[in-house]
């Protein structure tokens, strides 16, 4: 019976401007009188209450009874006396006050979709004030899920958070701290491309926060404005890439084996097969080394007549099921067919990548070992034959994507092929707007190699009269 009465005297208190319930917590825009003394001014508060335990959030302003309850009563009508033109009329007060009540009930319907609402869970969300969780300590966990590369990163940008703002409990960081952080930042010299890294990992790690209901988005420091922060972008990859004709040409030192005379065998060997990854990557869709590793002769390799694989991009697998098509097209099946293994359904097509190793963190090294490689036996080959650029395994990407954009490939089958959707049902129309016949034509783009696809399209560019011509000639040779 006490907790019926409870729960009664909730819904009928009579200081409560407005109250409701989010799951088994009530929720009531109120006047704190816990402490009620003499008539004197009290806090408007927001009161959470959880069966018998209640938490009050108490608002900036406060009032009298009086004043609280002739606020409750204003409905904005009649006329405004010219002395209390300038001051803000009690309507005006109530408006304010229900629309702090409706972004903190927003906050724990949120946060109730998350958890199972408890006070302690709802003072986190407000107060950031937490012994068991905090921002810095899910950055850290974050971190350590991503690959090598990425882990450093995050884990470079949390160092750089601590230095300069402090080793921050709870989940209290302001808009204010970010300014700070990026003007110390500045002042000690780094560059505002890697202050825009710091911040885009800062926001990974919000966005992780905020879906776990620990903070919310009416808290969310980026964006325009004042109040808020703008992340820099720094400065543009788009010339980090290797043309159709600078490809070809590894492609074809990649089929003949042209490698310099004085190079001993070992390291023509070894240069072979990392070329030969270089090359898969590009041709592959532009995907990385850890998709590569990853790669497996799965049920849709064996279904499209091993024809194209199927996989899920390691980088946003825990953010995205959009699946990436790659189309097997011939050049491709010559490198496969000398560097790859033999396909048996659910093994390994790179298994030579991760080698011996097992867990997760020695595979992210064998990964980064591999890219290191890479680069180096790219670059000293690449120089061996008078070019004066320095790529790296990031090339592969940005020059699938430039060079399919400079050949006039549909940028949404470019968009789809990269997996940069994270819309599920992407897939779907990506098979159905491009079937395998037209992937392979859109990949065969990425090589000039002399084949019939080359003459089809010359033929293409003839005039009417230049066909006729040819076709005379053909019947009189």
Known sequence: MKNVSEENKIRCSPLALKQTKVGNCFISLTLDTRRECDGKPMPAAIRFTIDRDRYYLRLPDKFTREQYEEICKATGKGRVAASQADKERPYEIKMRLLADFEDYLQQLVTLSKTTKLTIPAIKTMITGKSSTDSFLNIWETVANQKSIGTCANYLAARNSFIKYIGNRPGFNISTE??????????KDGISKTTVGMYFRTFRVIWNVCEKKGFVTRATYPFGKGDDKVTISRGATRKSFYLTVEQMTE?????????YPEEWDVDWKENTHYSLGLFLVQYLGNGFNLADAA????????FQSGKKSFQFVRQKTEDRSDNEVVIPIIPPLQTI??????????????????????????DRRKRVA??????????RRLVKSM???????CTWCRHSFATNLTHAGVPHNYISESM?????????NRYIDAFPLAQQMEFNSRLLKLNDDT????????????????????????
């Open 177 to 186: 701290d970010l300014k700070e952080w990026e003007r110390l930042l500045l």
């Open 250 to 258: 590894l492609y074809n030192c990649f089929l003949e084996k042209r």
């Open 294 to 301: 990853h790669l497996t002769y799965n049920d849709h390799y």
């Open 336 to 361: 496969l067919d000398q560097i790859a293994a033999p396909p048996i359904k659910g093994s390994l097509v790179f298994p030579g990548i991760y080698g011996d190793a097992m867990t997760p963190i």
């Open 369 to 378: 070992m591999e890219n290191q490689n890479i680069k180096k036996r790219v």
């Open 386 to 392: 008078g070019w004066e650029v320095q790529p790296s």
């Open 419 to 427: 997996g940069h959707s994270v819309d599920s049902n992407i897939t």
């Open 454 to 477: 080359d003459i089809l399209e010359e033929l293409k560019g003839l005039t009417p009269e230049q066909l006729k011509v040819l076709i005379a000639l053909a019947k009189n040779a």
